[in-house]
């Protein structure tokens, strides 16, 4: 049972390059998501997408772009990476239904030189 | 004022002490709370959901204030495997989840 599968763990870019984080899941769940934590900060939504075809802005959407492939795929899209935007990403899924928690991929650790 | 405000620690304790953390949210309007665990910079993992009667799962044990709009999470018998950060989450509508910061637990022999 893979759960939430992220791709790549790790990746070095230069400062303007662009890139995409994957991100799947094989749960059938209709909401998902894509955080970023940072030193001494808690997650921070980046978007968000509650079912196939429809996606939202979160907390910090600025220099993002995502697209909610299918049901399954969720992906995130730096168009031009700026050093700030170092950080850990997480995807995230969560199933319908009230009060029901997040399930994580393991995160992907993005370096921006 | 943070949505979610958690002390950060870090609290430092012996092994088979008992710890407790705090978590303060904003949005009176919450629907439901949990703790997650995460482990050096990995994937937050599920701890437990916390309920307006209070739940207990083994050594540790979470309750909800919503007068006061504070959750705890009570660590009974630390152990070394306990040390992680523990993140404290609301769901504020319509599984729009607010994480804290975080608090950093380190359990020592």
């Known amino acids: 049972n893979a759960g939430v599968t992220q791709t790549p763990k790790f990746q070095v870019l230069k400062t303007g390059q662009s890139m995409t984080l994957q991100c799947a899941q094989d749960m059938n769940h209709n909401s998902m998501y894509w955080y970023r934590q940072d030193p001494g900060m808690g997650l921070r939504l980046i978007y968000y997408?509650?079912?196939?075809?429809?996606?939202d802005k979160g907390e910090v959407p600025n220099g993002y772009n995502v697209s909610r492939l299918n049901k399954r795929e969720f992906s995130l899209r730096l168009e031009s990476a700026a050093p700030s935007q170092t950080s850990v990403y997480f995807c995230?899924?969560?199933?319908?239904?009230?009060?029901?928690?997040?399930?994580f991929g393991d995160g992907t650790r993005l370096s921006i030189l | 004022r943070k949505e979610v405000e958690q002390d950060p620690g870090p609290f430092n304790v012996p092994e088979g002490a008992t710890v407790a953390f705090n978590c303060t949210y904003s949005n009176s309007a919450s629907q439901s709370f949990f703790w997650y665990r995460q482990d050096c910079r990995k994937e937050p993992k599920l701890l437990m959901s916390v309920y307006s009667s209070g739940n207990e799962d083994g050594r540790f044990t979470a309750q909800l204030n919503r007068a006061s709009q504070y959750i705890s999470l009570l660590i009974r018998d630390s152990k070394l495997s306990d040390s992680a950060t523990y993140l404290c989450?609301?769901?504020?509508?319509?599984?729009?989840?607010?994480f804290g910061a975080g608090t950093i637990l380190r359990v020592k022999s």
């Open positions: 989450v609301v769901n504020e509508y319509g599984n729009k989840l607010v």
């Open positions: 995230a899924s969560i199933p319908d239904g009230d009060g029901q928690p997040q399930h």
């Open positions: 997408s509650a079912s196939e075809g429809t996606t």
